[in-house]
Structure formats: structure tokens, C-alpha cells
């Protein structure tokens, strides 16, 4: 069990009620969890997956490419553009193995890296009809993940006791070249 608790005091009282019931041993403070080093400093908390990526780089043989600064080309979002190269166009091969990168890459983002939530959301879209154009792009986001595998979550302690809740939104009308739907995202 994962406890995370305000004081030290209610740590001890909440292990004290459950040994009461059940043999608990308490392990000490969090390292790892499901994969994730969680790293503490005073008040602040980083959640990063740099093992885990760099197994990713490895399984798909990425690990030694040329790194990408940005998870997609700027030239647009479409998967299936139809302006595309004809043999861009042409259907993956099913021994590639698209579908486990994009697997992985969802874990990725689900968990430690927002950043990537949209070029896999793209991805994940061509899932069940992959193209060599979709397996480039899926590629290119395992080169931004070697490029920025040091990223993960920071978390804060708020220090102050008026907490101000931000809300941001942004919105691509028309851009997807396929079906000319807008994409809005918010955090």
C-alpha cells in the first residue's frame, strides 16, 4: 500500500489502526512505484519514467538515433495526409510493431509525460489502419523522448493558504487535413 499522509503523526496513527488488523512493515520512504522513481527535495516531487523510456528506446531500437527537440514536424498533424508521398501512404507492414510503440508511448504519457499527450493522440488514431507515414511519426516521438527523457511531473506543496486554481485552454480550428475537425485541449 502507497500511504501518503500530511505529518509524520497521522503516518504513525494510520499504521498503528492498521496493524491492529493486518502484519504491516513499513518500507521506509518512496523510491519507486509502478515503475516510476519518485524523487523528493523539501516540498517539491519529481515523477519521471527515465528507466522505463530508455527500455522503450532499447525494445524499438531507437536508443541510438538523432534526438528530436519536438514530438511532431510543424507541417501539420494528419497521420494520413494526402498530400503525402505516394509510398508514405502505403499501408505498415504488420510485422512492425506499431501498435506495441503506441501501447507504450500511452503508458508513458498516462502516467509522467503530458508533453506527448497529443502527438499520441494522433497516433492512436491510426492504430487499427497504421501507414509508413504513421510509423515515421511514431518514430519521430521516440526520438523527442530520447531527446527529453530527463522530463517528468513536478509536484508542489502550495505554500501559501489562498490557493488560486488556473485554468488554460487552446483550440486548432480545422487543421487535421483529413477530416478538417478542430482539436481543443485544456489543463
Not at 46 to 71: C, H, N
Not at 128 to 133: A, D, G, I, L
Amino acid at each position: 500500500i502507497l500511504l501518503a499522509v500530511p505529518s509524520a503523526q497521522n503516518l504513525a496513527k494510520f499504521e498503528a489502526d492498521l496493524s491492529k488488523k493486518y502484519v504491516v512493515k513499513n518500507l521506509g520512504e518512496l523510491h519507486w512505484y509502478l515503475g516510476m522513481e519518485i524523487l523528493r527535495d523539501g516540498h517539491e516531487m519529481l515523477l519521471s519514467q527515465r528507466v522505463y523510456t530508455e527500455k522503450i528506446l532499447e525494445r524499438f531500437g531507437m536508443k541510438d538515433s538523432k534526438p528530436a527537440k519536438t514530438p511532431m514536424d510543424s507541417k501539420g498533424t494528419s497521420c494520413r495526409d494526402a498530400t503525402a508521398d505516394a509510398a508514405l501512404t502505403q499501408p505498415l507492414p504488420p510485422t512492425e510493431p506499431f501498435r506495441e510503440v503506441v501501447g507504450c508511448l500511452m503508458y508513458l504519457m498516462v502516467a509522467t509525460r503530458p508533453d506527448i499527450a497529443y502527438a499520441v493522440g494522433v497516433l492512436s488514431r491510426q492504430v487499427s489502419n497504421p501507414t509508413q507515414r504513421s510509423w515515421t511519426q511514431a518514430k519521430r516521438v521516440l526520438k523527442y523522448i530520447l531527446y527529453s527523457k530527463h522530463l517528468g511531473l513536478r509536484i508542489t506543496r502550495c505554500r501559501t493558504p489562498d490557493f488560486t486554481l488556473s485554468a488554460y485552454v487552446d483550440a486548432d480550428w480545422g487543421r487535421d487535413s483529413d477530416t478538417a475537425r478542430s482539436t481543443t485541449g485544456c489543463v
